[in-house]
C-alpha cells in the first residue's frame, strides 16, 4: 500500500478554512425564545401529475430547521415553500 500523500486531481479545489467564530449564531425568531438549537424537520409537498415532470403524482421532501424549544420555523428556511406566513 503506498503511503505518499496524494496530489490533488485537476480541477479539484483544496478545501477552504473558515473561522466559525467569527460567523453569526442564528436564534429563533420568537423574541420570547432567543434559542440557537435547530432540529432537522421536512415538509412534504404532494405534486400533481399534471405539474410533474414524469407525469405522475409525486411527493417532494423539502428539508427545514425548526428551533428546539418552541418549534419555529424560521422564516427564511420557507422562501419559495408556498408555506409562508402559515407555520
Do not use: H, W
Not at 496530489?7 to 434559542?35: F, I, W
Not at 428556511?77 to 402559515?86: D, F, H, T
Amino acid at each position: 500500500m503506498n503511503m505518499k500523500p496524494m496530489k490533488p486531481m485537476p480541477g479539484q479545489q483544496q478545501p477552504v478554512k473558515v473561522d466559525l467564530s467569527q460567523a453569526e449564531t442564528l436564534r429563533c425568531e420568537d423574541t420570547n425564545c432567543n434559542n440557537v438549537l435547530f432540529i432537522s424537520s421536512t415538509i412534504i409537498k404532494r405534486l400533481s401529475p399534471l405539474v410533474s415532470p414524469t407525469g405522475e403524482e409525486a411527493l417532494v421532501p423539502i428539508d427545514v430547521y425548526s428551533c428546539g424549544n418552541c418549534g419555529k420555523v424560521p422564516k427564511t428556511m420557507l422562501k419559495g415553500s408556498g408555506l409562508e406566513g402559515q407555520i
